[in-house]
């Protein structure tokens, strides 16, 4: 005899989407029918496993006083409950669907409201209780009555409660559990994250109130005008005032109106007006096509500038607030961002309202990915396997239903990373038929069977130049359709580099349409030791990693470089000109709009101070029109030194998401070249004590080490080649660029040993002569300073010649040194953030200030970070260096070393370096080369011409004293 122990939580794995809730309907808030929030506190009571406690807690009169109290929304793992998981694409549980663990943290949920004075009585009209989101499953009951359940995590589940409510003591239960056989379907690169984390709301609906409907606004460019019909479940009127249209749902009306564009998001007020409500409706007037294989909106190509965006804030994970999501989308604007996509599933329906109201262009996700089948062939993919259809297509309609209103939504996917199937294909046919005005998005089925655009991940340049060019092959379906990157440039760590390189391909050929970053935030969790956790941190069993740390924002949404650099290299503005040129080309590379919500100026600046400065007039420009527009005279009497042109294009007034001053974009044009530093060679070397003076440098006798520069204290200048790997650098095993993270450790330039050959003087000169190689290998760099000085300047120049065979790049090539004590920085280059070699577009000629804290980057797991790029001078800690050439800055509280070392900043301790036996407080970089970043993380590595090549290299630095610039 055998018995099912857990009949009452079927349910829990059951391949259905639920029973018991309303068909799905478009998400809105009514004119004047009430409703009330039930967001707040909760009683809450968790468990090990689904059937741990029976569900008597949902009768009415069950005493709940000594359960916790937790806020709703929210997820119980981050509110002191348990712990979060992170995985990336394995199931964190055995894949044997739909079966799920026994241990299955259950939690309780327990509220009891009463209806607010002025509710309607009861007896008129419904109520509905929704549930924004909940994950992954839950059980409802409404005084004591069993509603139903619901699995679709990120999708709204609706109950029909009129007859069950009372004026006062309502309770309502709710049993979620962490596991279900929903959570086949949700297995995006994220946290696992529990809980009932978005609101929760009774709307009462008034008889004859509206039910469902469907906005078709459409725009035809030829005529200038836009077409309404609002398709209603309930009789009523629309009306817009601002167009003069009153008409009967279901009715439509043509009349000149302004299309709606993410560069011009123009909404109209209107109403719908059943007999029991009010509806507030905008109305954004668009067409969205796919035209001679490209994707047009109102008739005009575009161009996607995108992120991925996962919900995410470091505190309350997925349990955004409005001011969170207001904050992302002016954060996006503010960075010339034009597009997301909503990965992997349809975000909270207010940051639609946000995308519509500002201008974006969204990719509408599906909460669909079954990535983790990819372990077993996909075998059993639920996306292949008829008896998970129907919660396929509860979810596609859950979110078409919900979401379809919103003109900011141009393009429907189907989700990610779920392989391919017949459930794929009966979504898609779905969607199609339910709104065909609409494109079609998925990325994991390389025929596009299903979608409107050929999607990809990560391909690097070179393919997807091939892609730009047509000579991708594929089917012939696959041929004709215009492509997206719906994810590239992955934002892991430093980088992503290459941005620039692949922009050019985009605004290259018309096929591609543009691409989005992945992604836009790190999902670190604010740990009271840590700073931020990621994957491992809580003692998972499998985890990722900081791979969950892969954003163009901190957790704590501060703007990483490379969202500045993201930010330059999509400016909807391009400037550019040549050195000496007196013009400089303006091209507006919109897709809509004109320049006339743009000031331009230009700046007069020699040796990067800024010496006169005006209003640039800039002719109207189409978008995709250009001009050489003619700079003024350079000033008169203006000093000699290295002059350039900058000029900016700035908002000339407030917008809704930036006040008028906010540049959006610029350029630079060279004026005149710089004059490298010469030092004419006329100090002799003077032996003394044990040292040897030369000019203001004082050097160890033995070692040919530099120990001062006037009285500035230097110690351990010597060659370096080694950099804290960046997650890029590291690379993901499933990348076919070599990973050179791993073969320089292998190699081991992370312990370079430095012999000394020999300590020379000469008439005007000192020489000290090395190689330096690691232990086990015989490759090295035969590696020679040579100092001289004209009596105030010291002139160091470094020459290396490799020997032996080199089969890797190198990290960095310059020297390092440290400094007893640096605050301020001052210096002449790039700036004023971080640059790497393909990391360098937002990197603008000028003089920068800056303290040593504030050049370190704050990657949540510690690298190297901070460089500022084609630095003509710099001064730190009572020392001036100037380079020849240009060279790459980093000062840092820490060597490399421990930076290498670190796994969170809270390991980063300011000190010496142990046993180096400095005092030393600041470590010095002047390199001069890096090796590139690219985006190996996830992507392809740095091109070929980023590589750091070992070849023959001389490069010098002139170092004198100066008085110390304090703190910055
Ligand atoms: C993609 C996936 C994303 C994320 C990314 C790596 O394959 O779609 O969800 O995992 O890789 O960060």
């Known amino acids: ?501 692949y922009q050019r391909l985009f605004e290259t050929y018309d096929r591609l349409q543009g691409a989005f970053v992945w992604e836009w935030i790190d999902h670190g969790i604010a740990h009271p030791e840590l700073g931020f956790a990621y994957g491992g941190d809580f003692g998972e069993e499998l985890h990722d990693g900081n791979f969950v740390c892969d954003g163009l924002l901190f957790p704590d949404r501060r703007p990483s470089p490379g969202l500045v650099e993201y930010k330059k290299v999509i400016e909807p503005v391009g400037i550019a000109g040549d050195c000496g040129e007196s013009t400089v080309r303006i091209t507006n590379k919109q897709d809509f709009a004109g320049l006339s919500a743009l000031a331009f100026s230009w700046a007069y600046e020699v040796d990067g101070e800024p010496v006169d400065s005006g209003d640039l007039p800039v002719p109207a420009l189409a978008p995709g029109e250009s001009a050489e527009v003619k700079l003024p005279a350079p000033p008169a009497g203006a000093p000699t030194g290295e002059a350039r042109w900058t000029v900016r294009a700035a908002l000339a007034a407030d917008t809704p998401w930036a006040p008028g001053d906010h540049v959006v974009a610029w350029g630079q044009v060279p004026v005149s070249r710089r004059r490298v530093p010469s030092v004419a060679a006329t100090a002799r070397p003077v032996p003394g004590d044990g040292v040897i003076s030369l000019g203001p440098g004082t050097f160890d006798a033995r070692t040919g080490a530099l120990t001062a520069v006037g009285d500035v204290p230097v110690s351990a200048l010597r060659l370096d080649v080694w950099r804290a790997t960046t997650d890029n650098d590291d690379g993901a095993p499933w990348q076919p660029d070599q990973r050179y993270g791993l073969l320089w450790r292998k190699l081991g330039l992370h312990r370079m040993r430095h012999r000394l050959d020999a300590v020379e003087t000469g008439e005007h000169t000192l020489t000290v002569r090395t190689r330096v190689a690691p232990a086990a290998r015989g490759l090295g760099l035969l590696t020679e300073y040579r100092w001289l000085s004209d009596g105030d300047r010291l002139r160091l120049t470094v020459s290396t010649v490799p020997e032996g065979d080199w089969t890797v790049p190198l990290p960095r090539l310059g020297i390092r040194f440290a400094l007893s004590a640096a605050d301020g920085v001052r210096w002449f280059g790039g700036g004023p953030g971080e640059a790497y070699p393909d990391t360098k577009a937002a990197s603008a000629i000028g003089r920068w200030r800056s303290t040593v804290d504030e050049l370190q980057t704050p990657y949540v797991r510690p690298q190297e970070n901070g460089a500022r790029g084609d630095v003509r001078w710099a001064e730190l800690g009572g020392l001036r260096v100037e380079g020849d050439p240009a060279f790459w800055l980093t000062a840092r509280r820490w060597t490399t070393e421990q930076l290498d070392a670190a796994t969170h900043r809270s390991d980063l301790v300011p000190g010496p370096a142990s046993g180096s036996g400095s005092a030393a407080a600041v470590w010095v970089n002047l390199d001069h080369g890096q090796h590139g970043i690219g985006s190996q993380s996830c992507g392809p590595g740095p091109l070929p011409r980023y590589r750091l090549r070992v070849e023959p290299a001389e490069f010098s630095f002139v170092f004198s004293t100066v008085a110390d610039p304090g703190s910055g």
């Not at 167009?243 to 299309?259: C, H, K, Q, W």
Request: glycine share 10%; aromatic share 10%; charged share 25%.
């Open 1 to 501: 005899m055998s018995f099912r122990t857990h009949t009452v939580t079927e349910y829990v794995e059951d391949v259905s989407p639920g029973s018991g809730a309303l068909p799905p309907r478009a998400w809105y808030a009514s004119s004047d029918a009430p409703s009330l929030s039930l967001n707040g506190i909760w009683r809450f009571r968790p468990s090990p496993t689904a059937d741990a406690e029976d569900d008597s807690f949902a009768a009415q009169g069950y005493d709940a006083a000594d359960w916790a109290q937790l806020p709703v929304p929210g997820h119980w793992v981050l509110q002191g409950h348990g712990s979060p998981i992170y995985t990336n694409h394995l199931y964190p549980f055995p894949v044997d669907p739909p079966r799920v663990p026994t241990e299955n943290p259950t939690g309780d949920h327990l509220r009891v409201f009463d209806l607010p004075e002025d509710w309607p009585d009861l007896a008129e009209g419904g109520a509905v209780l929704r549930f924004d989101g909940v994950e992954s499953c839950a059980r409802v009951w409404l005084n004591g009555a069993d509603l139903g359940t619901f699995k679709g995590s990120r999708l709204p589940h609706e109950f029909a409660v009129g007859p069950l409510l009372k004026p006062a003591g309502n309770v309502l239960a709710v049993r979620v559990h962490q596991w279900s056989a929903g959570s086949y379907l949700e297995d995006q690169d994220q946290w696992w994250l529990p809980g009932i984390f978005r609101d929760v709301t009774l709307l009462h609906r008034p008889a004859g109130a509206a039910l469902d409907f469907f906005v078709h606004a459409s725009y035809d460019h030829r005529a200038g005008t836009g077409t309404l019909r609002v398709d209603s479940d309930v009789d009523g009127r629309i009306t817009v005032s601002e167009l003069g249209i009153d008409i009967a749902t279901g009715e439509s009306a043509t009349v000149p109106v302004e299309p709606w564009s993410a560069e011009t998001p123009r909404l109209y007020e209107g109403t719908l007006a059943t007999a029991g409500e009010r509806v507030p409706l905008r109305i954004g007037f668009r067409t969205v096509e796919l035209s001679d294989g490209l994707i047009e909106v109102n008739g005009t190509p575009v161009l996607f500038k995108g992120v991925n965006r996962h919900e995410w804030h470091p505190e309350k994970g997925r349990a955004l607030d409005l001011a969170t999501m207001r904050e992302d989308v002016l954060l996006m604007k503010r960075h010339n961002i034009n597009a997301v996509r909503t990965s992997h599933y349809p975000p909270h329906p207010a940051f639609l309202d946000l995308c519509d109201e500002y201008g974006l262009w969204v990719i509408d996700e599906c909460d669909l990915e079954t990535h983790g089948f990819t372990e077993q062939g996909w075998r059993d993919n639920p996306v292949d396997d008829d008896r998970w259809t129907p919660a396929l297509l509860d979810r596609a309609s859950r979110m078409v239903e919900r979401d379809k209103n919103h003109p900011s939504v141009v393009v429907w996917s189907l989700g990610n990373e779920a392989g391919t199937g017949r459930g794929l294909t009966a979504m898609a046919e779905w969607i199609k038929g339910r709104d065909s005005s609409r494109l079609l998005h998925y990325e994991g089925d390389p025929t596009c069977r299903d979608t409107d655009m050929y999607s990809r991940m990560y391909a690097d340049h070179a393919e997807v130049e091939r892609i730009g060019r047509a000579l991708d092959g594929g089917g012939l379906k696959r041929r004709r359709l215009p492509f997206i990157l719906c994810e590239y440039a992955h934002a892991m760590g430093n980088g992503p580099g290459g941005l620039a390189d």
